[in-house]
């Protein structure tokens, strides 16, 4: 039986995972993949780390393989592991008294996206519970939504997935390096504090092939709110998308803070129809997004066509809530 925090973690991840992972195995068969943006991927010389991070890219000085050449955008990600080099696997990310957590391989399928397999041991006499947070592909977040739970003295192996329409939603046709923050709790007491807070790189073909994604700017782009801590800009509108009315946002983080991303007492057509929308986006990270408001839910209220949209933005301090990056009230007009 889940305890407490198991079925908080739990419940959480797998309501936001679930119902679009739901819409995309049953329309997978019949979506033609929509055409990548044009993007540009630049060399990043690896940003420092906070103490206790863990580097997991395997390389030592003189042995670096030599980098991988992605795919032409055009070519479906077909390939193992997006190009993973085997030889610097297994990894150990996290290894204390009380737990070992071991990256024995990343892969890539064309049904299942990219994967990490990875095994977990709990060498403490509580039930353990393990999640990753954070979790950014080339500095575009993209979580997987996972969380596992070891009883004491156990050994686990198991999966953790992003799906291909999340891949696809985030831009992402490669994936040279993931940033996370590996979290462990102890299972049996709720009110225990975290056991581990690991941040970790992985370098799948190693640190010298790392690459932060840079977006280019479309012509079609609105930039929404800017300034030196944040910017939100529209990607596009889907007035019927697959979940409802959608607006795609694109975030940015500049500063050296998590963000929230938040939208409230927003009204479409000057009615209160608020969408309950907020992202979390990591310090220097960007994160692709969307506001969804499910066409019956607007019909209810007798919108039957969009017309404006007024977003009332506040972006704080995930730590500080009283600490506001931005805030501003923005209309679009269709």
């Known amino acids: 039986m889940f305890r407490t925090r198991t079925a908080f973690f739990v419940a959480i991840k797998l309501f936001l995972f679930a119902v679009p992972c739901l819409f995309a195995l049953s329309s997978c068969a019949q979506k033609e993949p929509a055409p990548a943006e044009e993007r540009q991927e630049k060399p990043e010389h690896a940003p420092s780390q906070t103490p206790g991070a863990s580097e997991a ?18 070519d479906a990600p077909d390939r193992d592991a997006f190009g993973t080099d085997p030889s610097l696997f297994p990894r150990v990310l996290a290894d204390t008294e009380d737990l070992l957590f071991v990256l024995k391989e990343c892969g890539y399928d064309p049904d299942q996206g990219y994967h990490w397999t990875a095994e977990i041991e709990n060498r403490s006499a509580h039930s353990l519970l393990f999640s990753l947070d954070q979790v950014s592909h080339d500095g575009v977040m993209c979580d997987p939504y996972w969380a596992q739970t070891a009883a004491p003295g156990r050994k686990e192996t198991f999966t953790i997935s992003w799906l291909p329409y999340t891949l696809e939603e985030a831009g992402l046709t490669d994936i040279t390096q993931t940033e996370c923050v590996l979290t462990v709790f102890n299972d049996d007491d709720y009110t225990a504090p975290a056991l581990l807070r690991q941040e970790c790189r992985v370098f799948p073909r190693g640190e010298d092939a790392a690459r932060i994604q840079v977006r280019e700017p479309q012509e079609k782009d609105r930039v929404l709110l800017s300034n030196d801590r944040c910017r939100i800009t529209l990607t596009g509108i889907e007035t019927e998308g697959e979940w409802g009315f959608t607006a795609r946002l694109y975030l940015e983080n500049f500063s050296d803070q998590n963000l929230i991303f938040s939208a409230e007492n927003v009204t479409v057509n000057g009615i209160m ?28 209220k007798g919108i039957e066509q969009v ?15 009283s600490d506001t990056a931005a805030q501003e009230t923005v209309s679009v007009t269709l």
Request: aromatic content about 8%.
């Open 307 to 321: 017309e404006e949209i007024s977003l009332p933005f506040r972006i704080y301090n995930e730590r500080d809530y």
């Open 273 to 300: 129809a608020d969408p309950a929308w907020a992202a979390p986006v990591a310090a220097g990270k960007r994160s692709a997004s969307s506001v969804i408001w499910s066409l019956p839910a607007l019909r209810e």
């Open 57 to 74: 890219s395997g390389d030592t000085p003189g042995d670096a393989p030599a980098p991988a050449q992605p795919p032409a955008a055009a």
